[in-house]
């Protein structure tokens, strides 16, 4: 999986924080531009591929060592029909703690065991805590606006502050966000920001124009969450 610390090269990152700059020379509003590595952690998901690669490992043990279920005819009694119980156990346990490691260090693996309606959940919330600790929330307007990419579930959120959204129809705030989707689908991350960006500034800039005595109120760089 890519990390949102090697996604874009610092040319991109530089192109990304001057289309920042230009917006916000348009505009009282403030620009915050967030690229995620993930969003959630969706441990369910790894334990579903824990518990499959135990029961694989149950099977492939089951078939190679015949003598795990095998027994001495009528009279096997007791202890020899649950001989081979232990290693059974160990090879399910084994098998559970590989696998959730292998979706640990390989996330792909729980991508078909995570629905999408959890997953649009976790980046819409992981969104709001970007909000709140980017500072977009503390705004003296509150016109801010943040622009989330979350590089794992392949999702875009754009979240304007309550002092814009009241002046706006969300269908802008869609454009924005379909801007962004589209220079991400080309390859071209650091462009789809950038037009997302411009975007923004120009709803911004309708809404809330610059003053006399505006102050750019939050760094103009890329944040990185990895």
Known sequence: MKKASTFLDEAGKQAIEAAVKAAEDRTAGEIVPVLATASGRYDRAEDIVGLLTGLLALTVCWMACP????????????????????????SVVVGFIVGSGLATWFPVLRLPFIRPSEMAAEVQRAARVAFMVQRVRKTDAATGVLIYVSLYERQVVVLPDHGITGLTSPDVWREVRDRLIAGLKRGDGAGGFRAAIEKCGDILAEHSPRQSDDVDELPNTLRIID
Do not use: D, R
């Not at 003598?67 to 160990?90: D, I, K, M, N």
């Open 67 to 90: 003598t795990l279920h095998a027994t001495s005819g009528w009279g096997g009694g007791l202890l020899q029909s649950t001989a081979g119980l232990l290693p059974a156990l160990v």
